[in-house]
């Protein structure tokens, strides 16, 4: 067979199988990748949507957002609040942390900049969304709503400072 690669979905159900997982990563990374795609649609379609240009507002960077920021924004936190599976999110585009309410026994954060290099668009150079995923603080239980994941913030501001290689790329 001339075609041998393997599509993400399916490398983590391999891997799922192979370790006798539960299936929520799986979950969790296919409410991402889902995310993702409808993102890349939403670039590829630009202008001819609507979606250049500036939103008149700033991110918790100080930087000025993009309509396609805050577009990208709502899709992913949308797409990965339905799952159940995240206590909260923190977004590049949001003040504070994003408690979800449909989870009451959410086990895991979901840091992420929705469009990395969203100032590039302009130029035709490439973007992304940068993301990591972490295990809720054994301090904060599942079901134990809080305002604030003081951790996540604080894991979100090294991530975005530093110059280091991002934790994964879509």
């Not at 999110?89 to 954060?109: F, K, Q």
């Amino acid at each position: 067979m001339p075609y041998k690669r393997i599509t993400l979905t399916h490398f983590l159900l391999q891997e799922q199988r192979r370790l006798g997982g539960s299936g929520t990563f799986t979950t969790l990374m296919q409410d991402i990748l889902t995310a993702c795609k409808m993102i890349a649609h939403e670039v590829n379609r630009g202008a001819m949507a609507g979606n250049l240009g500036v939103a008149g507002t700033e991110n918790v960077q100080g930087e000025e957002q993009k309509k396609l920021d805050v577009l990208a924004n709502d899709i992913f936190m949308y797409m990965n609040g339905q799952g159940g599976s995240y206590a909260a999110m923190a977004s590049e585009e949001l003040e504070d942390v994003h408690v979800v309410r449909t989870s009451s026994d959410g086990r895991y954060l979901l840091l992420f900049d929705p469009l990395d290099g969203s100032s590039n668009i302009d130029v035709n150079i490439s973007v992304g969304t940068i993301f990591s995923i972490l295990r809720l603080p054994t301090a904060h239980p599942p079901g134990r709503r809080r305002r604030s994941y003081s951790p996540a913030r604080s894991r979100w501001r090294r991530a975005t400072r530093s110059t280091a290689r991002p934790p994964c790329w879509c």
